[in-house]
């Protein structure tokens, strides 16, 4: 059962276009949505991350909309460019217990120049 | 200074032999991971300690045993290697359970 799902599994962009990747989850327990990024060869990294008491928030370029009543949380990049090129991971887990981190499948971004 | 690093990067091993990865990690966190990357770029929670404890323990073949001789390392040895264990092996740290998660630059492992 996939907890956190996550969509398109691929995207292409131009430079300075927005692309949106869009992340759905089914445990209303869940309380914390990071995005990761991972460039090739290098381990996933902490890029922004919002909990469900804001239904937005921006760092730079990227923003992360929530919609608890949807359920949704989605990451937007302003004027995207070449190097935010690598693939993007939503996740999301409970603040509470022994949770841990559960990723979505992945988006593979290519911003073309 | 590398906060959470794991040896080796690329391993190629053979089926049927054993194999270890190392992982250490110098943020102090009191929890430590292991994930498993596959060619689709899946990112699976293996196991999960806390300091030292074993937390999570997925439904993985009891040919991997993570062993965790303090809060600061997490090493992964798996026994008897299958072409099915190809993929990239993420060691990962976090202060609490669920929270902001730091990983390795992950370590290649080829079976042949």
């Known amino acids: 059962q996939q907890q956190v799902k996550q969509s398109p599994q691929s995207l292409i962009v131009q430079k300075g276009g927005i692309p949106i990747i869009n992340c759905a989850y089914e445990?209303?327990?869940?309380?914390?949505f990071p995005w990761y990024q991972q460039f090739p060869g290098k381990g996933p990294a902490l890029l922004i991350a919002?909990?469900?008491?804001?239904s937005e928030k921006k760092e730079g370029r990227f923003t992360i909309s929530f919609n608890k009543s949807a359920k949704q949380f989605s990451l937007h990049i302003m004027d995207s460019q070449p190097g935010d090129s690598a693939t993007y991971f939503c996740?999301?887990?409970?603040?509470?217990?022994?949770?841990?981190?559960?990723f979505g499948k992945g988006t593979m971004l290519l911003v073309s120049p | 200074d590398t906060a959470v690093s794991q040896t080796p990067k690329y391993l190629v091993t053979q089926m049927g032999n054993d194999k270890s990865i190392k992982c250490e990690q110098n943020?102090?966190?009191?929890?430590m991971y292991w994930y498993k990357q596959d060619s689709k770029k899946f990112l699976k929670i293996m196991f999960s300690?806390?300091?030292?404890?074993?937390?999570i323990n997925e439904t993985v073949p009891n040919r991997f045993s993570p062993k965790s001789p303090d809060k600061a390392h997490l090493n992964l040895h798996i026994n008897s290697l299958e072409l099915g264990d190809s993929a990239v092996y993420f060691c990962?740290?976090?202060?609490?359970?669920?929270?902001?998660?730091?990983f390795g630059e992950g370590s290649w492992l080829t079976v042949v």
């Open positions: 990962a740290s976090s202060q609490e359970q669920g929270n902001t998660i730091y």
């Open positions: 445990n209303t327990a869940f309380d914390y």
């Open positions: 919002i909990r469900p008491d804001v």
């Open positions: 996740a999301a887990s409970m603040n509470s217990g022994y949770s841990t981190l559960t």
């Open positions: 943020l102090g966190h009191d929890t």
């Open positions: 300690y806390n300091n030292k404890e074993l937390i």
